[in-house]
């Protein structure tokens, strides 16, 4: 069983950064696969990024080469770095575990998910 807790979320300008963590409790976090939703009012759950346990990322198309997803399995974390956000980027953005250490774009593959982050870019 795993416990996520996102941080780092806040309000930014256009064109700025943020870096979101994702730490997780439980003693196998080197074997799961973490990804990262967001979903802004109105709209559905939306797939953003994930890395698997061999630490290969896959980066949603919304945001190809602008955000990178890592992690650092010493201290239980996963990151996702945002940069040139947009208003568009405007969303609660979720952390999630697969117990497979699968990273999918598929939100039904996570088992686990943290309470969210907001996160609100103003132009």
């Known amino acids: 069983q795993a416990q996520l807790v996102e941080s780092g979320g806040g309000l930014v300008l256009t064109g700025g950064s943020l870096r979101l963590s994702c730490l997780a409790s439980?003693?196998?976090?080197?074997?799961?696969?973490m990804g990262w939703f967001r979903q802004a009012p109105g709209k559905e759950r939306e797939f953003v990024a994930a890395i698997n346990w061999l630490h290969n990322g896959f980066i949603g198309d919304s945001v190809l080469g602008r955000f990178t997803i890592s992690r650092d399995n010493a201290k239980n974390t996963v990151y996702l770095q945002m940069n040139t956000l947009k208003p568009d980027d405007t969303a609660v953005y979720y952390c999630?575990?697969?117990?497979?250490?699968?990273?999918?774009?598929?939100?039904?593959?996570?088992?686990?998910w943290g309470q969210g982050t907001q996160v609100t870019v103003s132009s």
């Open positions: 439980g003693p196998n976090f080197r074997d799961y696969g």
């Open positions: 999630a575990a697969n117990m497979e250490g699968r990273g999918s774009m598929i939100y039904s593959d996570y088992e686990y």
